[in-house]
C-alpha cells in the first residue's frame, strides 16, 4: 500500500507564498500520475493540479498562473508551489496517486491533507 505524506501547509497572509510537498513510499511513483487536491469548509473535494510521468500537467482555472505543480521522481515527491494566495485558497490540501498515467486513471492513494489557511 503507497503512503502519501504531504507537508508545507500554515497560515499565510494574502499575497504570500507556500510550497506544499508530498513524499510517496514505493517504487512505482515515476510512473504514475500525481495530484493535489483541496477541501473547503462545506464544499466537494476539487481537483488543482494535475502532473504526469513525463511532466505534462494540467490546472483547474481558478488556480491558473498562481500555482505550479512538479515533480522530484528521484526523491519520490511532488511539490505545490503556491504564489498570490487568497482567501478563497484556504482548504485542506490532498495529495493523490492514480491507479495510472492516463486523463482517465482512478486515484489509488490519499494522502491524510495539509491545512492551508489564507488570511486577508
Known amino acids: 500500500q503507497v503512503q502519501l505524506v504531504e507537508s508545507g501547509g500554515g497560515l499565510v497572509q494574502t499575497g504570500g507564498s507556500l510550497r506544499l510537498s508530498c513524499a510517496a513510499s514505493?517504487?512505482?511513483?515515476?510512473?504514475?500520475?500525481m495530484g493535489w487536491y483541496r477541501q473547503a469548509p462545506g464544499k466537494q473535494r476539487e481537483l488543482v493540479a494535475q502532473?504526469?510521468?513525463?511532466?505534462?500537467?494540467n490546472y483547474a482555472d481558478s488556480v491558473k498562473g498562481r500555482f505550479t505543480i512538479s515533480r522530484d521522481n528521484a526523491k519520490n515527491t511532488v511539490y505545490l508551489q503556491m504564489n498570490s494566495l487568497k482567501p478563497e485558497d484556504t482548504a485542506v490540501y490532498y495529495c493523490a496517486m492514480y491507479t495510472g498515467n492516463g486523463y482517465d486513471s482512478s486515484i489509488a492513494s490519499w494522502g491524510r491533507g495539509t491545512q492551508v489557511t489564507v488570511s486577508s
Open positions: 514505493g517504487s512505482t511513483f515515476s510512473f504514475k500520475a
Open positions: 502532473i504526469f510521468s513525463g511532466s505534462s500537467t
